[in-house]
């Protein structure tokens, strides 16, 4: 009988917290049986050193951690640039696995590859893909081209199970996508999952197809172990578990990188962008001169007269005096983009009077790239409502039947948050710029 362990890691989202815990445990307990797999959201620009650094400080710690292979998130895939994109594994010491993502002309990544035979020092030969959630708008806006998951394992799935003994799917498409590939295909052995942050305590079997997530944030580190039997050339036991490290003890080389790249971003995010006359106070259920302002400026950015947006996107006050990127990246840390979005009347009246809501404006949201607390009071540009919540577009009432463009963000088109501007299929994405990167540009020409 032989052995195979992975640990695994799912959806840090550069909360290094207990990172190095997470480092130290997997340096313990490696032999020449296991290997590392990272499945994606390592990356996340809310935090300084992933925004100042773009990236490069999470290859660092993912070298530090020795990582066998790594696959990308829709956090590494569509918050950062082509050329970001392009150059961010460029001192990874581990290859990238990516399938589904490809050049805009269809050809193969650079930078990546589609899939490995991997020969463990038993002579086990473990195949390893990697594919990650096709967010096909925005990877087309960004010079990229997504392929569906499901074609690419028809294509390549046939060929691992040919040359390897266990086949493991690096996935970051998420829980219901992965029990859809479970039901839909045989031959793939293990789903490393990530995106939808599930804690699977001892994973999930599905036509044989063994399932592990371990959650977000690094609350736990993934480990399955595998037993292979030679004789029947079969697995002859497989077991997931989940492993709370934080009250290990840290690795010291890990901590000492950490310590180094939280100066480094320091340092690099302190770089003026404007100089403030006066403070400018954030308050998340109420109108604000900031929150107005950034309200107009993403309206102008998108080209249009009518938007909307949450006051909860701003976290903090801007002090009097000078400004720093570091400052607007505290107050506006989210990976949200700009949008256009097309609405019949009816839609809009719908979705303002929706965002007019307790349950909106006090929703504690979690994801669609949000990093903030509550949504808070919605702002508005160019629209108007009266006492008897009449609604006036550009100062004329509303006409259901007519056509509008709403400048607004990227989050609101995912899902239940507004299900008129989820539904629209007239939507223009923004990118790669971030709300922050709108705010900058106005508080510039503000006070320059």
């Not at 009988?1 to 997997?26: G, K």
């Not at 939808?196 to 399932?211: A, F, K, M, R, Y």
């Not at 080389?253 to 310590?259: A, E, H, I």
Request: aromatic share 8%; with cysteine; hydrophobic share 40%.
């Amino acid at each position: 009988m032989e052995r195979v362990t992975i640990f695994h890691s799912n959806d840090i989202h550069s909360c290094f917290d207990h990172w190095s815990q997470m480092v130290a445990h997997i340096k313990k307990e490696r032999d020449d049986y296991t290997l590392y797999l990272e499945l994606g959201d390592h990356a996340d620009r809310s935090n300084p050193i992933t925004e100042a650094m773009f990236g490069k400080g999470n290859i660092e710690l993912l070298n530090e951690a020795k990582a066998d292979y790594v696959t990308i998130g829709n956090n590494e895939g569509v918050t950062f640039s082509k050329d970001q994109l392009t150059s961010l594994y460029g001192e990874a010491t581990f290859p990238v696995l990516l399938a589904n993502i490809v050049n805009a002309d269809g050809s193969s990544l650079e930078w990546a590859e589609r899939y490995v035979i991997h020969t463990m020092k038993n002579g086990l030969k473990v195949g390893m893909i990697g594919l990650t959630a096709p967010f096909l708008k925005f990877y087309e806006l960004l010079g990229w081209k997504a392929l569906s998951p499901i074609d690419v394992l028809h294509e390549l799935l046939p060929q691992l199970e040919k040359k390897a003994d266990i086949v493991v799917l690096m996935s970051h498409l998420g829980l219901k996508t992965d029990e859809k590939i479970a039901n839909q295909f045989t031959g793939i052995d293990v789903i490393l999952g990530a995106h939808t942050h599930h804690v699977l305590p001892s994973g999930l079997t599905i036509n044989n197809t063994l399932i592990a997530q371990a959650g977000k944030n690094g609350a736990f580190l993934g480990k399955v172990d595998i037993q292979f039997d030679r004789n029947t050339k079969s697995i002859y036991r497989k077991e997931a578990v989940l492993l709370d490290v934080k009250n290990q003890k840290t690795d010291e080389k890990t901590d000492q990188l950490l310590n180094r790249m939280k100066e480094e971003a320091s340092f690099l995010l302190s770089e003026p962008v404007t100089t403030l006359p006066k403070p400018l106070p954030v308050k998340w259920q109420e109108h604000t001169e900031v929150g107005q302002m950034l309200c107009d400026a993403v309206t102008e950015w998108c080209g249009e007269r009518v938007g909307m947006l949450h006051a909860g996107v701003l976290l903090d006050t801007l002090e009097k005096g000078v400004i720093t990127k570091g400052d607007i990246h505290r107050i506006c840390p989210h990976p949200i983009n700009p949008c256009v979005v097309t609405l019949t009347g009816e839609a809009l009246e719908v979705t303002i009077k929706r965002s007019l809501t307790k349950e909106l404006t006090h929703l504690e949201l979690k994801g669609f790239g949000f990093r903030g607390k509550v949504l808070g009071k919605m702002l508005f540009t160019g629209i108007e409502i009266d006492e008897e919540e009449s609604i006036f577009i550009l100062g004329q009432p509303l006409i259901k039947d007519h056509i509008y463009r709403v400048a607004s963000l990227d989050m609101y088109t995912f899902g239940y948050i507004f299900p008129a501007i989820a539904e629209s299929e007239d939507k223009h994405y923004f990118m790669p710029e971030f709300l922050r990167d709108v705010l900058a540009w106005k508080l510039k020409k503000n006070w320059t």
